[in-house]
Every structure is written in structure tokens, then in C-alpha cells.
């Protein structure tokens, strides 16, 4: 998940699951559901935090989410690859690689599923989340009032890196992954392997309002689901902002602007797209 469906996510639990109290917190048997809590040396460790508490708020940091309880404890949700929430009940069956299950007093369940185990939760206090190293070194979020176009310049000038892994790397700007990189570049057209600090200041502009734009809009469709349907929101539905990828995933295929075939380059194992007329 990148900030796009992690927001999504975010704004449905806080409809959803905000004032439900937890009845029973469950940790499948698995080695994979152990893996889902490993920051906990047992299960009940981990569920004791949960079992009776209410839910008071739910908040976003980066691709984490912070799931605030009324004892003053965080249960933070990273969704890694192919991690996500369903909501269900007793009436519908889990779904396979269900690590995590916590059901409510009121009505039904929350499922945490993840096929390919690297997300994870834990839980810890509220005033130790200062100590969490991973939200510690968190840039500073694109959708932030902060995040000004005079902030945006300042960084960019700072750093003398490639853009594609600039806009990936969680300590510059947080939330954008391998999807939304690619889909600003081409927004503002620029290509993959411009130096940050060689930007003109009307490129600047470009991508400073692209970013914002495409998470907007990818917010607004509620996220990108793939063909390999690894992310649906917390009532199982897809996204619909595959429908308007402009390069990712479509090597071959005319840019929907120029024509033009879309190429693809390999970057840190990853495989990004780009129109090789648009950008520049």
C-alpha cells in the first residue's frame, strides 16, 4: 500500500471502528501470524493491550496507522506488500492468511490479512511512540499543511539524487512507493533519472502540484488495485484508480497523452514506467 489506500483505509476505520470496544483479540496459530506481531514476545502479550479497550481514534503517519485506544495505548498497523483490514462477522468465513482477528462487543469483526506477511502490528504506549524508529525518521507527509511549495524547493535543492528514488525514500517525503512515483513524474513531466538539485523552479512547480494532485484524485477513487487484486478497502471493494494510471503498468501501450509506448527501466529491483516523449 502506498499513502493513497492507507488514507483510504484510515478515513474507513474511523467511520467504521472508532467507539467499538474490543470483546476478543485473537492471534492465529500460525508462524506467519506470529510474524504479523514479532515486535511481541507471545501472543497474549500482545492481545492483553487490546482485549476490553475502546477505540478512540484512528490517524495516519506515512503508510502507518495509528489505531488510539482509551487506555492511552497505539496499535500500529503497517500494511507492508499485501497486507490490509477487512471488516466482517461471525457469519462470513475468514478469509486464508488471516493472521490477526480482533471481534467487537457491538458488531462483528476486524481482520488483519497478509499473504505475503511483511506488514506487522504492535502495540505500545502512547507516549512512546517518540521511540518507534521507523515513525521516528518519517518525512514530512505530502497531504500536510506544511508541506508548501517553498518547503518542497528547499528539499529538493538539498538533496543531489535521482528522482525516482528521491521520491520513494520515507526520509525525504513519506507515502509515495513504486505506483504514485512514477504517476507524478509523468503528471510533471519529468523523467525518472533528473537530478533533484538540477530542477528548474517551474519544474519544481510542476511536481510540487502533481503530487498533490494524483494522491488527491487516487484518494478521491479510493486507491489502486492491481490485477492481482493484493489491495481492496475495509469492505473488500477495489480501487478505482487503476483506471487512470497514465504509465504504471502499461509497458507497450500508447501514453494516453503522445502515443507513444510506454518504456519501463529497472530501479532498485523495481520496475518503473515512463513515456519517453511526455518526459524530459
Given at each position: 500500500m502506498e499513502l493513497p489506500e492507507v488514507e483510504v483505509m484510515r478515513r474507513d476505520l474511523e467511520k467504521d471502528v472508532v467507539g467499538l470496544r474490543i470483546k476478543k483479540a485473537e492471534v492465529k496459530s500460525s508462524k506467519n501470524a506470529m510474524r504479523s506481531i514479532r515486535r511481541h514476545k507471545t501472543r497474549k502479550d500482545f492481545t492483553s493491550r487490546l482485549v476490553g479497550r475502546k477505540i478512540a481514534k484512528v490517524e495516519r503517519r506515512g503508510k502507518y496507522i495509528l489505531v488510539?485506544?482509551?487506555?492511552?495505548d497505539v496499535?500500529?498497523?503497517?500494511?507492508?506488500?499485501?497486507?490490509?483490514?477487512?471488516?466482517?462477522?461471525?457469519?462470513v468465513a475468514l478469509p486464508?492468511?488471516?493472521?490477526?482477528?480482533?471481534?467487537?462487543?457491538?458488531?462483528?469483526?476486524?481482520r488483519f490479512v497478509d499473504p505475503r506477511t511483511f506488514g506487522e502490528l504492535f502495540v505500545t504506549a502512547?507516549?512512546?511512540?517518540?521511540?518507534?524508529?521507523?515513525?521516528q525518521?518519517?518525512?514530512?507527509?505530502?497531504?500536510?499543511?506544511?508541506?508548501?511549495w517553498p518547503t518542497f524547493q528547499y528539499l529538493l535543492a538539498d538533496r543531489a539524487s535521482k528522482m525516482k528514488q528521491l521520491l520513494m525514500d520515507q526520509k525525504f517525503i513519506s507515502g509515495l512507493g513504486n505506483i504514485y512515483s512514477d504517476e507524478v513524474l509523468f503528471h510533471s513531466g519529468i523523467r525518472y533519472d533528473r537530478m533533484s538539485d538540477a530542477l528548474s523552479s517551474q519544474e519544481v512547480r510542476r511536481l510540487y502540484r502533481a503530487i498533490q494532485e494524483v494522491l488527491q484524485e487516487a484518494i478521491k477513487l479510493r486507491g489502486t488495485t492491481l490485477e492481482?487484486?493484493?489491495?481492496?478497502?475495509?469492505?473488500?471493494?477495489?480501487?478505482?484508480?487503476?483506471e487512470e494510471l497514465k504509465v504504471y503498468g502499461r509497458l507497450g501501450l500508447p501514453c494516453r497523452r503522445c502515443r507513444t509506448?510506454?518504456?519501463?527501466?529497472?530501479?532498485?529491483?523495481?520496475?518503473?514506467?515512463?513515456?519517453?516523449?511526455?518526459?524530459?
Open positions: 488510539t485506544l482509551d487506555s492511552g496499535l500500529v498497523v503497517h500494511f507492508g506488500m499485501s497486507g490490509q483490514f477487512q471488516r466482517g462477522t461471525g457469519r486464508p492468511h488471516t493472521h490477526v482477528l480482533l471481534t467487537f462487543a457491538q458488531r462483528g469483526d476486524l502512547g507516549d512512546d511512540l517518540g521511540k518507534v524508529k521507523e515513525l525518521h518519517l518525512a514530512i507527509d505530502p497531504l500536510d499543511q506544511v508541506f508548501t492481482d487484486e493484493a489491495y481492496v478497502d475495509l469492505f473488500g471493494d477495489p480501487g478505482g484508480y487503476g509506448p510506454i518504456e519501463s527501466v529497472r530501479i532498485s529491483q523495481r520496475t518503473s514506467y515512463y513515456c519517453p516523449q511526455c518526459q524530459s
